[in-house]
């Protein structure tokens, strides 16, 4: 008979063995475009052309009357009905105007990919052409086209939508305080610099793709959205369907950072189901992705910064201004800007602050989240400006971040004491790990090769999660409505329950199921799945130690329980990390290599190392990208880059040797004092790399990415 044993610490120091990772190796794992039914049809979309336009007139006959074609929507069809994450400002098919190039005017279903494209192209639409608005500034200027003049009709998800002073404007916040102006009068000197990052796109491998049709009074759905029930959620609110009556699966999920939380095509594809009576599915090319769906913020971020003699903050000021693009909808967040706006200066002590962000509607492609959102923005430009103060007042970057850094109980950028990684600790651990006083003194005798510093924080996930757990005649199952998207969550829950109650991984099955079938979970995303889904597994391996103990059971007792692990995590603990990375400039071309790098993390208690190391490395890399290459180029509304040939991504052969260090001893709010990792190491390897490059060459650029013609030119303009 085997009882419940003590909690197995042995399980999480031991190398995990991913669940899914047969099936993704031998291909057997299914993803939402591998999905196919009897009878499916494929959907093909009719896009705008232009940034601004007045829709004048759709004809669809000739589309219509190809061989194969099942069914031609268009506005008039799907109107009023519109779609988002918290506003519901996109239409399913627009019927007026539109707002960007991508814009969906018409949608058909066909027999095959090739009839559904060559019909929509056959879908005659006459436009007259509006002014656009391209760049954020324009947004605001006086005499700016009103591009949601109707904005008082859209749905608000929980509540009323926060006032604004323009109608261009999506959200806006403003957060002050302790006395700034007496914080900037008494200031030895006062810095303002001025930073822009451009829209860059999340470029996961697995495209987009959903399944729908009607099965009698249901409505099925297969996606590759990461937050099944919010679909749910978001297709009621929309279609005027009962949210018990629509079912959303999603299965394995082939990379998100961050922009699998909205989906549109799900929307369009209910009206084709329904107009035919049979499924209907959407696998989107990677052009009509990048050009059609929520890329990341492009942001302008204006930092203003009162200093003593010793370089200690006194006071800070800073206006963030995010490019939103035409829609809203991809953002959940009540603000309706990127989650974390307005974290221009976080980690670090500040007795006074003004913080000002806001996000406009421009004809751009919407933008929505991203690896964590508004983070990447705010700490290329906190960073960088943290090292022009300090090579302005002649101190070592990091001994000024060692200055300023937050402690516990310390007022920071919120305005509230901090909780959480004590600065001090961190960075001493960083200076040791990289060896910064050797590779300092070595770098300085070294022509045309410099080191980078860069804090970073990001807070652990909040939210709240349920799961089941069914022990039945000696077998454990775990049932979830999480799906995985490559971190490694469901090997992650077997590990928290097999440990917790003291039996080998195998005796615990983890099983996903679509949203008729599970208790409602809030989706991967925000940092939670670690801290909140993994505590709701925690609790429920508890709670079945305490039925256990009720009825005088065993694990290998012939009866069956099932009970509901929950979580909440409300809390405002935030964890900390640090890169010191070198960096070699060629001062002819402007060239920039990047060379060994160095990691500090808290991470408080590992329950996956495998993971987690890839976690932190994938988030380097996926920073690096954004750091010296990756950009949507923009003309005209019209992205000029829509493929990844052009688009560039960071392979093997640019990455840097990387030293990770973890921190440990300090547990956080997740099972067994677990914190977050999957957003964590990205954001601050921008400004890091920026950084280094200007201690290696005296060029210091200004905007992401850090590529080779801008540092020529802010080499050329120095000489």
Not at 367 to 390: K, T, V, W, Y
Not at 477 to 506: M, W
């Amino acid at each position: 008979m085997t009882t419940v044993a003590a909690r197995s610490s042995s399980i999480l120091t031991e190398p995990e063995y991913r669940i899914e990772g047969r099936d993704k190796v031998t291909g057997a794992a299914r993803y939402a475009a591998d999905v196919a039914m009897p009878g499916m049809l494929h959907a093909a979309f009719v896009t705008s052309p232009f940034p601004h336009a007045r829709i004048v007139s759709v004809d669809a006959s000739a589309a219509r009357a190809v061989s194969g074609v099942r069914a031609v929507i268009t506005g008039a069809d799907t109107r009023p009905a519109r779609f988002g994450r918290r506003l519901q400002d996109w239409p399913v098919l627009c019927w007026e105007r539109v707002l960007f190039i991508g814009d969906r005017v018409a949608a058909v279903a066909a027999d095959t990919p090739a009839i559904a494209d060559e019909a929509a192209r056959l879908v005659v639409v006459e436009y007259e052409e509006l002014p656009a608005i391209l760049d954020s500034a324009a947004a605001l200027a006086e005499g700016a086209p009103i591009l949601h003049p109707d904005s008082a009709t859209y749905a608000y998800a929980g509540g009323a939508r926060p006032e604004r002073s323009h109608q261009n404007i999506q959200g806006h916040g403003v957060r002050e305080h302790g006395d700034v102006e007496a914080g900037f009068r008494a200031a030895h000197r006062v810095y303002e610099h001025t930073f822009v990052v451009p829209r860059v796109h999340q470029a996961y491998l697995e495209p987009r793709a959903s399944l729908v049709w009607l099965d009698g009074e249901r409505v099925r759905v297969v996606t590759t959205n990461k937050a099944p029930f919010a679909l749910r959620e978001h297709m009621s609110a929309s279609l005027g369907i009962p949210e018990a009556r629509i079912v959303v699966d999603a299965g394995h999920i082939g990379g998100d950072f961050g922009g699998k939380g909205l989906t549109p095509d799900e929307f369009a594809l209910y009206h084709l189901a329904r107009a035919t009576g049979r499924p209907v599915r959407s696998v989107m090319r990677f052009a009509d992705d990048v050009q059609g769906t929520n890329t990341r913020h492009a942001a302008t971020i204006t930092l203003r910064t009162a200093v003593d003699r010793d370089g200690r903050i006194l006071a800070h000021t800073s206006r963030v201004v995010f490019d939103g693009g035409a829609y809203a909808a991809g953002k959940p967040v009540a603000t309706l800007m990127p989650g974390d706006a307005m974290l221009t200066l976080a980690g670090y002590r500040l007795p006074a602050a003004r913080v000002e962000a806001t996000t406009v509607y421009t004809n751009q492609v919407p933008a929505g989240h991203s690896r964590a959102p508004g983070q990447p923005q705010n700490s290329f430009a906190a960073e960088s400006h943290m090292d022009l103060i300090a090579r302005d007042l002649g101190i070592d970057p990091l001994d000024l971040r060692e200055r300023n850094v937050v402690r516990s109980g310390d007022i920071d950028i919120t305005g509230s004491a901090w909780h959480g990684t004590d600065g001090h600790v961190l960075l001493a651990r960083l200076r040791a790990a990289s060896r910064y006083d050797v590779r300092r003194k070595q770098t300085d005798e070294t022509d045309g090769t410099g080191l980078g510093v860069a804090l970073g924080v990001r807070h652990v996930g909040r939210g709240r999660a349920s799961t089941v757990l069914r022990l039945e005649n000696g077998t454990l199952e775990l049932h979830t409505g999480v799906s995985d998207q490559g971190g490694g969550a469901h090997t992650l829950f077997q590990r928290i329950v097999a440990s917790e109650l003291g039996v080998p991984l195998d005796r615990v099955r983890v099983v996903r199921e679509a949203t008729d079938a599970v208790p409602s979970d809030p989706g991967v995303g925000g940092s939670r799945v670690t801290p909140v889904q993994g505590s709701a597994a925690l609790d429920a391996a508890r709670k079945l130690k305490a039925r256990l103990t009720e009825v005088g059971g065993s694990l290998d007792g012939d009866h069956r329980l099932e009970v509901t692990g929950e979580a909440s995590q409300e809390g405002h603990e935030s964890s900390m990390y640090g890169y010191v990375l070198e960096a070699a400039v060629d001062v002819e071309t402007g060239v920039v290599k990047v060379g060994r790098a160095t990691l500090v993390a808290d991470v408080g208690t590992v329950i996956n190392p495998v993971a987690l190391r890839g976690q932190l490395e994938g988030g380097f890399v996926f920073g690096l990208g954004q750091a010296l290459m990756e950009e949507l180029l923009m003309e005209d509304g019209r992205v000029t880059n829509p493929n990844l040939g052009d688009y560039k991504l960071p392979t093997i052969a640019d990455a840097p040797p990387l030293d990770i260090e973890l921190i440990t001893e300090h547990p956080g709010p997740g099972p067994f004092g677990a914190k977050s990792v999957g957003e964590l190491a990205n954001p601050a390897v921008g400004p890091a790399v920026a950084n280094a490059v200007e201690d290696a060459s005296g060029a210091r650029v200004m905007t992401m990415p850090v590529t080779a013609e801008k540092v020529w030119a802010a080499l050329s303009a120095r000489r």
